[in-house]
């Protein structure tokens, strides 16, 4: 199963502008994690973002949570070329340890 | 920080043969692992939960005697493509948890199934 949706799907941009991602997410979350993923590669943890936050940053990314709405972004300033990869937001389920993914973006980031 | 060495990396072989895929965790105890699967330009799908010393739990669809899953120690889970087929073609990653270190992923498997 999986709980969340990314959007857009895929994301081309240039080197220097920013990226902006978007999850969705179903049920009630304990906490947010955004993950990237180089291509055929393992996933890398980038942030993670609690219920009761509603901005993290850190470095070059910056995370909103609005639980009202279940949505999450994720900011990626002045990006570079080596930025292009895949993003998944992932969240927990109940009180279970499962971690369920979204659908990801794949974000190009042209030099 | 915690890492996961999954091994090998990637694997071909021949249909109707059996595939092991390992996960350690190197400087933790994971209380919990997890094995994904991935499918070319998609999302990774839960296949199953190990915890030490008992059987796994898997998500609904996955066979279980297809994809065995043993995680004999705190350290170790192991994934095993049985008879295998070209359909089972795809990449495995492995995740694992302690609660102090939240979730560490593996650098994945990719398998190719001929």
């Known amino acids: 199963s999986q709980q969340g949706e990314e959007d857009p799907q895929a994301l081309s941009i240039q080197e220097g502008e920013n990226a902006t991602m978007n999850c969705s997410y179903k049920?009630?979350?304990?906490?947010l994690q955004w993950y990237r993923q180089n291509s055929g590669r393992g996933l890398v943890h980038l942030i993670l973002?609690?219920?009761?936050?509603r901005e993290k940053h850190s470095g070059r990314l910056r995370v909103t949570l609005d639980t009202s709405k279940k949505s999450s972004s994720l900011l990626i300033t002045a990006s570079r070329a080596a930025d292009t990869a895949s993003y998944f937001c992932?969240?927990?389920?109940?009180?279970?340890?499962?971690?369920?993914f979204g659908k990801g973006t794949k974000l190009t980031v042209n030099p | 920080g915690a890492v996961v060495s999954q091994h090998p990396s990637w694997v071909i072989c021949k249909s109707g043969t059996s595939v092991k895929i390992e996960c350690r965790s190197l400087d933790f105890q994971a209380t919990t692992m997890f094995w994904y699967r991935q499918f070319p330009k998609q999302s990774l799908m839960l296949m199953a939960t190990?915890?030490?010393?008992?059987?796994?739990?898997?998500e609904q669809g996955v066979e279980k005697d297809k994809f065995l899953i043993n995680h004999a120690s705190l350290t170790l889970s192991t994934l095993t493509v049985t008879s295998a087929h070209p359909e089972d073609s795809s990449f495995y990653i492995c995740s694992a948890t302690d609660r102090g270190y939240g979730y560490t992923f593996g650098s994945g498997t990719r398998l190719t199934v001929v």
């Open positions: 049920t009630s979350i304990n906490n």
């Open positions: 992932a969240t927990r389920l109940g009180g279970s340890e499962k971690l369920v």
């Open positions: 190990s915890n030490e010393g008992s059987k796994a739990t898997y």
């Open positions: 973002i609690r219920s009761n936050e």
